[in-house]
Each structure stands twice: as C-alpha cells, then as structure tokens.
C-alpha cells in the first residue's frame, strides 16, 4: 500500500504538496499543545530548583490547610454555579422551544449579551449594585458580595448563556410524534415533560452541567473582582506564578484546574456522539398550542432577561457617571484612559489588533488542517492523530494554556538525559505571536468541529471530478470547498475574534507592557481601583463585540441571498 | 491492439476479495457494461480504473502502455458518479467549463467546444440554471457534459441513471448511447440493473463476489448463460435437475398444453401486463418452473390447482457443463415444500 501511495504521489505535485502540509499542521499543534503541556506536568513534578522530587509537590498542597482550602472553595462555588445556572438555564431554553410566548426574539438575543462581555464586567456591576459603595448596600440591603457569595452570582451569569445554548439545541432536537402519541394516550402536560421532555434532552442537560462545572472552576476574571480574601484554584494560580514565581507549585494547581474538564471533555465526547442518532428523517418539529400556564413562562423569561440587562445597563451608566453613587453627572471623563493608567487606550487597540490577527489567521489554519484531516485519503494514522490532538484544546482552561506556554516558550533549552537543546521557538516569547497563538489554540477546537462538520456534508466526489478534469486541487478546494462552507468559515471567525477580545485567562500570563490588551487593563484599573475606568474598557468590549456580530449578521444575510440558489436543497 | 486492457487485477479489503484476477479488454469505441449484484466488486472495479484506488496485484493499460500507477489526473478519462457530484455553487454552463478554462486551449476553439458539448446533450435551455433548480435527468446529462468537456480518451459510468424514476431512465439510456455512438469514445458503465445493461452495452462483463462470470454481447449473455449465475442474474430462469446434469429454461419458452407433454398443476397466476407469470408444480419431479404466457394469447380457462401440460423445446434448454456456481446459490425452487403441503396432500 505505502509502496504505491508514494508511486502516485510522484506523479502528483498537488498531493505531494498536502501531504507535506497536513505533516507540518501535525507539527504545529504538537509544538502549541502537546510540548507546552509536556512541560506544565515536567514541571509538577520538578522542585524550583529544577531538580525531580515526584509527588513531593502535590503532597506539600494538600499537607498545606492554606492551599488546599482553594480546592473545597472552588468545589464549592462551581457546585452552587452549576445547580442555580443549569436550572435558571434549562427553563428558559423550555420556555422559547416550548411554549407559545411572545418576545422569543428579545429573549434569545439577551440571553446571548453575557457573551460578548469578559467575566469581570459581572463582577464590576455586582460591585456597583451591592458592593461599599454599591445602592442595595446603601439602602441597607447588604449580601456579603466579596467571597462565594459575589463569585458564584458572576459565575451564573457567565455560564448561563453557554448552559442555555446547549439546552436550546437539545431542546430543538424533538419529534413532536412523540407528543402526539403521549396525548392519544391521555398524559397530561406535567407527565409528558417528565416523561418525554426530559429524557430528550438528557444528554444536552449532562453536557451543560459539565460545562458550566468546567467554567466556573477555572474562571479567573469573576474571584478577581468580588473574590476578596476567597480563594479559589484559578487565582492561586496567579498568585503562584506572577506573585511569587513558584512555577512547580502553579503546574500543580494547574493540572487539578485539568480534572473536572478532562471528565467534561470525555463526556461531550460520548453524549454528542450519541444526541445526534436521536432524530431521524420522519420526526416532526415541536407544535406550538396555547396552553394555561404560558403567562408563567413568560413573566419568568422576562425577569432574567431583565436581570441580565441590569448588570450591562449598570455597567454602562456607571462608566458615564462623575462618581457613583453620588454624583450622577453625565461624563466620558472615565473613557479617557490616559488619566488612571498610562498606557491609555492602547490596550483596546492591541485588543483589536490580536483578536483580529488570531481570527483570520486561526480561521485559515483551522479550516484548511480539517479540510487535509477530512478530505486526504492517504496517510490515516497522521490524520487520525491530528484530529484528536485538534480536540484536546476542549479540555484545556485559558489558565492552563497560558501557564504551559509560559514553561515551555519561555525556556531557552532543555535537557534530555543530559543533552541540551536549545528552544528554538523562544524568540515568540514576549511579541504579539505568543499572544495569537494562544488565542488560536485556546479557542481551537470548536471552530475545528465546525469546519470539520461542514466538510463531512460536503459532496466525496469532487475531489475525484477534479482530478478527472485535471483540475489542480487547490482550485477545487478555492472555488469549490470554500463557498460551499462560507457560513462555517464566518462563523469561526466571529467566534476566535469575540472569544479573544473577551478572555483574560491565558494572555494575562504572556502580555508584556508594550502588548497589553484590553481585558487586562480592566483587571489592573480594577485592582488600582479606578473601577469606573475598568467599566468604561469592559463597555469598549462588549460594544465592540456586538459590532462585530452585527456586521457579521449582515455579511451573513448578503451571502445567504447570494447562495440561496443554489443552497436549498 | 486493445485500446484499454485489464489484467489480472486483484484487489484486497482485509480478508475480503473484492476483486480476484479480473481480466478483459476493450476495444476501441466499445460501450462495455460492468454488471453484478452490490458488493459483486464492479464499482471497485471502475474506481481502479480511474485510478481513485490501488490495485493489490495486476496492471490496466492504454493504448499499450501501462498506466497501473499514473495518478488519476494524468489518464484522460471522463467520470459520472451516482450521486453527478456536481457543483453545487456553479451553474450547468460552470460546471462543464470549470475543467476546460484550465486547458490552455483559445477561447474560441473552447466556445466552440462549449457549443458542441450543449447541443450533444440538449441543455441550452438550462444553462444558467444551479444544479438543485435542475431535474434529474438534466442534472445527470450536465455530468455527462462535465464528463466529456476534456475530450476525455475514455468515459467512466459509475450507476449514472439509478438515481432516476423509470421513464427517465429509459429516456436517457437511448440518449446516453447516442452520445456515446456520435463521440465514438470508449464506454464503461457500472450497474446492477441487467436491463440497462442488455439494452446499452456493446459487450457485458458479468461478475460476482470479486470475479467474472462471464464477458459476451447481451444476445448470448441471455440466451446462453456460460453459469447458472449468469442464467440466474440476467432475466428469469427455471433450472431442472436432471439426475447429475443441470438444464434450464427461459420462462417465456415454455409451451403450454391442454393435452399433451408433462403434467403439472396451477399454483399461482399473476398478471403482469404483457403476459401472464405462472407458477407450475410439475407433479412427477417434485419441482416448481415459471412459465410466461403472453396475455394476447386467452389462458382464461387456467385456475389454481387446476392440470395442464408443459413442453420444453429442446433447442431452448440450456446445458451447463460447470455446474459448481449452481450448488453454491441453491436455485432450487424454493416454495414446492409449501406447495407440497398445501396442494398436492388435498
């Protein structure tokens, strides 16, 4: 067999040429994920001296009261996260794939807004609402925001979009005959939920709950604003590695970060695989039919649709106001950044310039290592390779990317029993690539599935047409796979540029001075105090954000009215 | 000289042979038909010929030299998939020309070209048209275009019509072999429908599990199955045990009598449009045999179990010396036990 795939590929430059190419993106992520992670477990297991010592550091977190405390914190918070944003979640996705309410559209869109904010801006209008110097506090309604308390509110906030995205889609996924069949048989509407509802949506609602543990454990920008003196795994991390540059002791906390999302990874492994055989081709859609409790389901939605829009509406007026809550006078004074620190509007710009680069150019490596991964015949073992290794960035937290990127670029050589090889990739340490790189393999895989399930529709045989028309594949792949998988291509670029402008988690261990980017200037200007300026650039965010979604809606119905030809099938 | 020869292809999945020493020619201009039940190895067969799989052992040549190993882009030849594989983002009039605006050839020698392919297969109508705004049969006449915009040496069918409703079908088998006829270009098609096959091909290669069973014009093919395989795939045969020999017999051969020849019983009468399928029991072997009787002709007076005569014209009983293929599919008439039971107790 290989004897005669090399025969053809003599002949065949086109092919030569892909198989050089699918070899070098092997390379690429084994060199951005593996070796990095390589280096955070050598690390664990290393004392600062650099000297092996086993599990000696492991033993000394969970001998120290002080550290391991984090552990049951972080449990904690993501426990409660969890239960209150799985459920809040679960209802509302019911309520606009389930019952006949009105402003589904409205809905649907704020319950997206958390998205495109960083986690700090939760945090940020929790201090505005309830902190010192917040207006519950001062009306004598005090909850005790900094601690668990402030954590685990942000938390919900941040997790209950993602929790109500993968229950949404579970959701949509019914057959209505079910239902049909449920009513013929007498069962009432509380019995058909338990009974049918439910069950249908087990593997999304098993799914949401990982996910949302998985976020909530290693989310760093929240326990940073209203964490106080709580201490929780991802800002010991921090503290371990830019406070007091004990690298083994962060490798440590870094690979128990690793657990819960390794158990979330496995499980949406499994429970995608097996969600999709639910639906077959004679399953009707959901029916809508007025029932009593609607009004119910409505008032619900509206309420935290509400509260959501608080917490950017708070946001947004406090950055505009002289000094909350006591002088109300309208201002811009706090997004003229050069006052509180002196590197000004600069990060927003470097923000947009990084988010910008990782997005195109994270698209582009994405979708052409999937289309090699998916459309190569040849060489199954280096495809199979990397299409597993293309999914592991699932399971990895920002932290952990940026704490392995660290130990690993950061190194000028190593030593293998006894040998030194001197890095090669250290010269990206310190410049706008680390920080790219780091986006684009932090939001790696999602993008990848997306590409990858737009490729698997696409047609096996041009490929093969085109050879026969002798037609260089590179111009197949050009006019033929790209328009055909247009909306996932944009799709992926939204997706890398809004998830970079918003992440703090693995560039706030790589930016230097000269590159700092917005979400980091929010946490310093938090940390100096200025938190009017930190709502100011979270604002610049989350407006920037929506810009790019709504431009990305409009170049999205352009192409949809250009394609509609020949798209409907 | 053969203009395509294929010798002694064989071609492993595993343990499974997909194909076993596979061995024939084509002439220059011939319209061959690959034909066999699914999984029989054919479409593996042409796959190997265009050069989209390897060969485990054997070598295809062209014109006399050995193209085994040139990567499918370098053979010249025209392919039409199952599915037309057409582009969907490109119209009727993009899809044929994609291939022929990478030929360095002037542009009007190429409109010319373009005119030539449009009037052969009739679709100036719907030249603009994206391929899901196209019928059926106009998206398999655009693939057929596709197929021969490069002046292909030869064209490659792979199940080209199975994906139409019957009238259609019929439609574009004449106008697939007038094509074919007027371009004079080496022909092979793959199919498992025996009728496309008899009323197209120059010649058929019948195979099964990996092997050929038997290459001919349709003629003999029908009329003189080299196996009970062939016999049995192609049309509709009564095979009859004879002690240690194995005859057998075209339903529609068998004369039927009031009087005279070999006593049998109705079983069942079904209508079929031309002609009337009637399933015999013949009493003293024990054995079921379809006979077909053209329905001009009155068999009003036939009931179930009712007696008749049959006789089989001599020079229409096919004889096999190889009778190995006969044993391994048990093409005995499966429902005489039930008969037994049902008809011949009462």
């Known amino acids: 067999m290989t004897t005669f795939n090399n025969r053809i590929s003599k002949l065949s430059p086109g092919n030569l040429f892909q198989k050089i190419l699918i070899v070098i993106f092997l390379l690429f992520l084994v060199i951005s994920i593996i070796l990095p992670l390589c280096s955070l477990f050598v690390e664990a297991f290393h004392d600062k001296s650099g000297s092996f010592t086993g599990i000696d550091n492991f033993y000394y977190y969970f001998s120290n009261p002080a550290l391991s405390q984090s552990v049951n914190n972080t449990l904690f918070i993501s426990f409660m996260t969890t239960i209150i944003s799985v459920l809040l979640a679960f209802f509302y996705a019911y309520s606009l794939t389930r019952v006949k309410i009105k402003w589904k559209t409205f809905f649907k869109y704020v319950a997206l807004l958390p998205l495109f904010a960083p986690t700090m801006l939760q945090g940020i209008s929790l201090v505005y609402l309830f902190g010192n110097k917040g207006i519950f506090t001062s009306l004598g309604i005090d909850i005790n925001l900094y601690g668990a308390v402030g954590i685990i509110i942000s938390e919900i906030l941040y997790t209950f979009p993602q929790a109500y995205l993968i229950l949404l889609v579970a959701f949509e996924i019914t057959d209505y005959r079910l239902y049909e069949a449920a009513e013929t048989l007498g069962a009432g509407r509380i019995k058909q939920f338990i009974r049918i509802t439910v069950p249908s949506v087990k593997y999304g609602l098993l799914s949401a709950i990982f996910v949302c543990f998985t976020l909530s454990f290693t989310d760093f920008g929240a326990p940073k604003v209203v964490g106080g003196d709580y201490n929780v795994l991802a800002t010991d991390i921090y503290k371990q590695i830019v406070g007091q540059q004990n690298f083994s002791m962060g490798a440590v906390v870094g690979i128990i970060l690793l657990l819960p999302a390794l158990v979330s990874f496995t499980v949406d492994r499994i429970t995608t695989r097996k969600q999709s055989s639910f639906l077959s081709s004679k399953s009707i859609p959901f029916q809508f039919k007025k029932k009593p409790a609607d009004n119910l389901f409505f008032f619900y939605c509206f309420v935290i649709s509400v509260i959501i829009l608080i917490f950017f509406l708070v946001a947004i007026f406090a950055s505009l106001v002289k000094i909350w809550p006591y002088n109300l006078k309208l201002t811009f004074s706090h997004y003229i950044f050069k006052t509180v620190s002196s590197s000004g509007i600069k990060p927003y710009i470097n923000s947009i310039i990084v988010s910008f680069v990782s997005s195109v150019v994270g698209t582009v490596l994405i979708f052409s290592s999937a289309y090699l991964i998916e459309k190569l015949k040849s060489m199954k073992i280096i495809r199979q390779l990397s299409y597993f290794i293309s999914i592991i960035p699932l399971a990895l937290p920002g932290l952990i990317i940026g704490i392995s990127y660290i130990m690993f670029f950061n190194r000028l050589n190593f030593n293998f029993f006894g040998f030194t090889i001197p890095n090669i990739f250290n010269f990206i340490y310190g410049t706008i690539i680390i920080l790219v790189l780091a986006n684009i393999i932090h939001f790696y895989s999602v993008p990848f599935i997306t590409a990858n399930t737009a490729l698997k529709k696409i047609e096996r045989e041009f490929e093969n047409v085109s050879y026969s028309m002798s037609i260089p594949v590179y111009k197949t792949f050009l006019k033929v796979t790209v328009p055909l998988s247009i909306t996932a291509i944009m799709e992926n670029l939204m997706y890398i540029f809004v998830n970079s402008m918003t992440t703090v988690s693995a560039v706030i261990f790589l930016y230097t001075s000269q590159l700092k980017l917005a979400s980091i200037a929010v946490i310093h200007m938090e940390e100096g105090g200025s938190i009017a300026s930190a709502a100011a650039m979270a604002n610049l965010i989350v407006l920037t954000n929506v810009a790019v979604r709504i431009i990305y809606e409009i170049i999205l119905k352009k192409i949809r009215r250009k394609t509609d030809a020949w798209q409907k099938r | ?346």
């Open chain 2, 1 to 346: 000289m053969s203009h395509l020869l294929i010798n002694d292809i064989t071609k492993k999945f595993g343990n499974f042979f997909a194909l076993k020493n596979v061995n024939f020619e084509l002439e220059d201009g011939e319209f061959l038909c690959l034909l066999g039940p699914s999984g029989c190895g054919k479409t593996t067969l042409l796959r190997i010929i265009a050069g989209l799989e390897e060969p485990d052992s054997g070598k295809i040549f062209l014109n006399g030299k050995d193209i085994t190993s040139v990567h499918p882009s370098k053979r010249k030849f025209g392919i039409v998939f199952q599915s037309y594989a057409l582009f969907p983002n490109m119209t009727a009039y993009e899809n044929i020309t994609f291939g022929l605006k990478n030929k360095k050839s002037s542009k009007n020698e190429m409109q010319r070209k373009i005119n030539e392919l449009f009037s052969i297969v009739n679709l100036d109508h719907v030249k603009f048209r994206y391929p899901s705004q196209l019928s059926g049969g106009e998206q398999q006449r655009v693939a057929l275009a596709r197929a021969l915009a490069l002046d292909p040496d030869f064209l490659l069918l792979d199940e080209p019509l199975s994906a139409l409703d019957a009238k259609v079908r019929n439609k574009l088998r004449k106008e697939i072999r007038e094509t074919q006829e007027k371009l004079k270009i080496t022909t092979i098609m793959v199919t498992h429908d025996q009728e496309e096959a008899l009323t197209m091909a120059d010649r058929i290669v019948v195979m099964d599990k990996g092997k050929i069973m038997q290459i001919d014009i349709p003629q003999r093919i029908y009329e003189l199955p080299a196996n009970p395989f062939v016999a049995d795939f192609i049309g509709d045969i009564n095979f009859i045990k004879d002690n240690s020999a194995i005859t057998a017999i075209r339903p529609e051969n068998i004369c039927i009598d009031e009087k005279r020849g070999i006593e049998a019983k109705v079983y069942h009468r079904e209508f079929r449009g031309a002609f009337y399928r009637l399933t015999l029991c013949l009493v003293d072997k024990n054995q079921m045999i379809k006979v077909d009787i053209p329905s001009n002709k009155k068999i009003g007076f036939l009931e179930n179990n009712e007696r008749v005569f049959i006789e089989l014209p001599a020079d229409k009983l096919i004889t096999f010396k190889d009778n190995e293929y006969y044993h391994d599919h048990n093409y005995g008439n499966n429902n005489f036990d039930e008969f037994k039971t049902k008809v011949l107790s009462s």
